[in-house]
């Protein structure tokens, strides 16, 4: 069966760093686009980050500059280096596999992994 692994959640402190990991047990991951979502307490659920196939990446206005999305595909993994981080990044990040262009369309969901940024 499918499944992406999350991990490098944690607890930091403001202006501090961290890189979440996704390691993803799929065939053709090169074929998926990878998106790192979050929610906040109380809040939706937003997209923070994506990248293509081809490596094109784009960002929410709130995270640019800071984090980065980056993907492995021969380890089939995807990663977001965050740095600089504010309280407000505090919330659970989920990685996101999509294929739309396929019959199914696939789609698959990490189990999410906690950030919290307090002093």
């Known amino acids: 069966q499918v499944q992406l692994v999350e991990s490098g959640g944690g607890l930091v402190a403001p202006g501090g760093s961290l890189r979440l990991s996704c390691a993803a047990s799929?065939?053709?991951?090169?074929?998926?686009?990878i998106n790192w979502y979050r929610q906040g307490p109380g809040e939706q659920r937003n997209l923070v980050a994506t990248i293509s196939r081809f490596g094109v990446t784009d960002y929410a206005d709130s995270v640019r500059g800071r984090f980065t999305i980056s993907r492995d595909n021969a380890g089939k993994t995807a990663f977001l280096q965050m740095k600089w981080l504010r309280p407000e990044d505090t919330a659970v990040y989920y990685c996101?596999?999509?294929?739309?262009?396929?019959?199914?369309?696939?789609?698959?969901w990490g189990q999410g992994t906690q950030v919290t940024v307090s002093s």
């Open positions: 996101n596999l999509d294929r739309p262009t396929v019959t199914p369309p696939l789609n698959y």
């Open positions: 799929v065939s053709a991951f090169s074929a998926y686009i």
